[in-house]
């Protein structure tokens, strides 16, 4: 837990983006680089995290749009995304 705390005290300091374009330019590699996530996030109800799914796992991945903060599931093979989300604080959970 311990960890987890410090992880997000760092997120939290800092923003990951500069803009919301930023943040859907970043989604869009992620859907380019695994073409098997889909996308769940609604920017125009003001959702502060986008969701990726697969079928076979569910929700595999949750990025906040206002934070330097993602989470992924551990079970989720994340080689094809990991260089895009080289740049948060990420957590496998």
């Known amino acids: ?3 987890m705390l410090e992880t997000l005290r760092k997120a939290k300091q800092k923003r990951a983006f500069s803009n919301q374009k930023e ?8 859907q380019s680089a695994d073409t098997e996530l889909r996308l769940d996030w609604d920017n125009g109800a003001g ?3 986008a969701r990726f799914s697969n079928v076979t796992d569910g929700i595999v991945c949750m990025i906040n749009a206002k934070l330097d903060l993602t989470f992924i599931r551990e079970k989720y093979n994340f080689q094809k995304i990991e260089q895009i989300l080289d740049v948060f604080y990420f957590a496998t959970i």
């Open 23 to 30: 943040f859907e330019d970043i989604l869009t590699k992620i």
């Open 1 to 3: 837990m311990k960890e």
């Open 47 to 49: 959702e502060e995290w």
